[in-house]
Antibody, heavy 121, light 112 residues
Framework: QLQLVQSGAEVKKPGASVKVSCKAP????????FNWVRQAPGQGLEWMGW????????NYAQNLQDRVTMTTDTSTGTAYMELRGLRSDDTAMYYC??????????????WGQGTMVTVSS | DIVMTQSPDSLAVSLGERATINCKSS????????????LAWYQQKPGQPPKLLIY???TRDSGVPDRFSGSGSGTDFTLTISSLQAEDVAVYYC?????????FGQGTKVEI
């Protein structure tokens, strides 16, 4: 089944930054938007933001907009999410999810396998 | 911002019985331009990413068994599993994509 491929688990100290990648297979990267969703251990889903695979336009969750940056590399079909100023409550599984089109928002039809980010001193 | 509220938080259903999960949005998610409800349902099994089951409130995604169905309108929606199978044990989330910021319900855990 089609799936986005994410980078591996990370362990970071408080105050550090983390950058997670998400590679989309095929040659249709610019036809979709890409979302980042995180899930703290035992908790629900929290939308972090969206980036257009076509224009690079972004839309971030208000509670994260000062600390998060989303980018894309259309030459490799890869989306990136960087989170700065890490805190212990940023410990979570981070997912990328492809929208059903370029519209923001849209339903999330394809998901990555997840990247565990652990923030600990 | 639209707030999504699911009920119940958890439910236990016998194999072969019906499971019903409710989702209420704080505002309508119906588009007047295309008459579609911007509401999706996901299934998340332990250790796995969520999987899209239903979009446009009632359209099953490719490969989703027909025991899963979505219904509702306006602000009230329902996911029904007509005959629960062992592999349906999971957490289910509703999701509005009508307006940014997109938002999820808190999840409903379905057990046998």
């Amino acid at each position: 089944q089609l799936q986005l491929v994410q980078s591996g688990a990370e362990v970071k100290k408080p105050g550090a930054s983390v950058k997670v990648s998400c590679k989309a297979p095929g040659h249709t990267f610019t036809k979709f938007g890409f979302n980042w969703v995180r899930q703290a251990p035992g908790q629900g889903l929290e939308w972090m933001g969206w980036i257009s695979g076509n224009s690079g336009d972004t839309n971030y969750a208000q509670n994260l907009q000062d600390r998060v940056t989303m980018t894309t590399d259309t030459s490799t079909g890869t989306a990136y999410m960087e989170l700065r100023g890490l805190r212990s409550d940023d410990t979570a599984m981070y997912y990328c999810a492809r929208g059903q089109g370029v519209r923001n928002p849209s339903a999330f039809g394809v998901w990555g396998q997840g990247t565990m980010v652990t923030v600990s001193s | 911002d639209i707030v999504m509220t699911q009920s119940p938080d958890s439910l236990a259903v016998s194999l072969g019985e019906r499971a019903t999960i409710n989702c209420k949005s704080s505002q309508s998610v119906l588009s007047s331009s295309n008459n579609n409800h911007y509401l999706a349902w996901y299934q998340q099994k332990p250790g796995q990413p969520p999987k899209l089951l239903i979009y446009w409130a009632s359209t099953r995604d490719s490969g989703v068994p027909d025991r899963f169905s979505g219904s509702g309108s306006g602000t009230d929606f329902t996911l029904t599993i007509s005959s629960l199978q062992a592999e349906d044990v999971a957490v289910y989330y509703c999701h509005q994509y009508y307006s940014a910021p997109t938002s999820f319900g808190q999840g409903t855990k379905v057990e046998i």
